[in-house]
């Protein structure tokens, strides 16, 4: 109150945080306790390993209850929005985790993002050409065909076709 009468800017009350709850649960892979705390917020989620195992972990609050799994991405089904094709893409259980979605159909490209309940689309900008790799030369292509062996040269040329045609190596 005196701040305000002060400064002359009120200052605006501060949500209260929901409370923290311990909790203790088995690791899904080691079968080790684990205890952590965690809001009791409706859908909280919360990432960590396991410190006896090291496996990636996340605990999601549900109904009352908190649920323990491993940190894998799931398939999620997803339509394109441009020509309604139904594809799949694994992506992060975790609310924030993305992931590129190619439609098979129309080759339009998406950035999927997880959200609390669901899935959200939004389209990629294309490159301007900027961020492409740079050509490759002859030169370069002949020293690594000679460090990867004769027999691998075509392997060699086709990952810097790949390069050289502003696609990921694989």
Do not use: W
């Amino acid at each position: 109150m005196l701040a305000t009468q002060v400064s002359g800017v009120p200052f605006k009350n501060a949500k209260p945080k929901t409370r923290k709850e311990n909790v203790e649960k088995d690791c899904p892979r080691c079968g080790k306790k684990i205890a952590y705390s965690q809001r009791t917020k409706a859908n909280s989620v919360k990432a960590f390993a396991c410190a006896e195992c090291g496996c990636s972990l996340y605990s999601r609050q549900s109904d009352g209850a908190f649920l323990l799994r491993e940190r894998k991405p799931t398939e999620e089904k997803l339509a394109c929005p441009d020509c309604g094709f139904e594809g799949t893409l694994a992506l992060d259980p975790v609310h924030g985790g993305t992931a590129d979605f190619e439609c098979a159909q129309c080759h339009s490209l998406y950035r999927a993002v997880r959200k609390a309940k669901d899935v959200n689309l939004r389209p990629v900008k294309k490159s301007n050409g900027l961020l492409r790799s740079p050509e490759i030369s002859e030169e370069l292509l002949g020293r690594i065909r000679d460090a990867m062996g004769r027999n691998r040269g075509l392997a060699a040329e086709r990952v810097m076709s790949r390069l050289n045609s502003g696609l990921p190596a694989q």
